[in-house]
T-cell receptor, first 113, second 111 residues
Framework: KAGVTQTPRYLIKTRGQQVTLSCSPI?????VSWYQQTPGQGLQFLFE???????NKGNFPGRFSGRQFSNSRSEMNVSTLELGDSALYLC????????????FGPGTRLLVL | DAKTTQPPSMDCAEGRAANLPCNHS???????VYWYRQIHSQGPQYIIH???NNETNEMASLIITEDRKSSTLILPHATLRDTAVYYC????????????FGTGTRLTIIP
């Protein structure tokens, strides 16, 4: 089985722009979670989607949003980028999102200039 | 999530067993212990998880104490590729898919 894939792997944007990141879960997995990792804050939970619905949300501003499609693929969007949004964005998938093992993708490294 | 405590760093000689401890004294009776590792700038890699009994897979062994307040991840024959940050996590079992990562243990395998 193919693992979790994320595109793009690297991205450079400037302040004020917006960005969309994509995540394809493991085949058959219906829950997708997003995390942000920075050197100062570590790995922090952004949100989780299941059956095209956001089921859990972390403590991030409304500039961070996401969605999930009927094939379980997910996108996250960050609007009005700030320098502090520079980070590694990770997505993880699990079968039903009810305590099963989560498997992570390689991440998208975003640099905001 | 139950709070976990890990040493910030450890060294291990190549070819020897690496034993990584984790304290999770507030763990509830039906919460699992998960271990992930993250090699520099890559996504976290699932290693193993367990509830009460010791577990072993192709990557590692997990030893959980009888009172479940601590556990040890064992990499039996460490290689240079095992150099990574290792995270011990006890996710909430209330259906919340949020994983809380602490600072983990930075394991360095020495040639």
């Amino acid at each position: 089985k193919a693992g979790v894939t994320q595109t793009p792997r690297y991205l450079i944007k400037t302040r004020g722009q917006q960005v969309t990141l994509s995540c394809s879960p493991i085949s058959g997995h219906r829950s997708v979670s997003w995390y942000q990792q920075t050197p100062g804050q570590g790995l922090q939970f952004l949100f989780e989607y299941f059956s095209e619905t956001q089921r859990n949300k972390g403590n991030f501003p409304g500039r961070f949003s996401g969605r999930q499609f009927s094939n379980s693929r997910s996108e996250m969007n960050v609007s009005t980028l700030e320098l502090g949004d520079s980070a590694l964005y990770l997505c993880a998938s699990s079968l039903l999102g009810r305590g099963e093992t989560q498997y992570f993708g390689p991440g998208t490294r975003l640099l905001v200039l | 999530d139950a709070k976990t405590t890990q040493p910030p760093s450890m060294d291990c000689a190549e070819g020897r067993a690496a034993n990584l401890p984790c304290n999770h004294s507030t763990i509830s009776g039906n919460e699992y212990v998960y271990w992930y590792r993250q090699i520099h700038s890559q996504g976290p890699q699932y290693i193993i998880h367990g509830l009460k009994n010791n577990e072993t897979n192709e990557m590692a062994s997990l030893i959980i104490t009888e009172d479940r307040k601590s556990s040890t991840l064992i990499l039996p024959h460490a290689t240079l590729r095992d150099t990574a940050v290792y995270y011990c996590i006890v996710p909430s079992n209330f259906g919340n898919e949020k994983l809380t990562f602490g600072t983990g243990t930075r394991l360095t395998i020495i040639p």
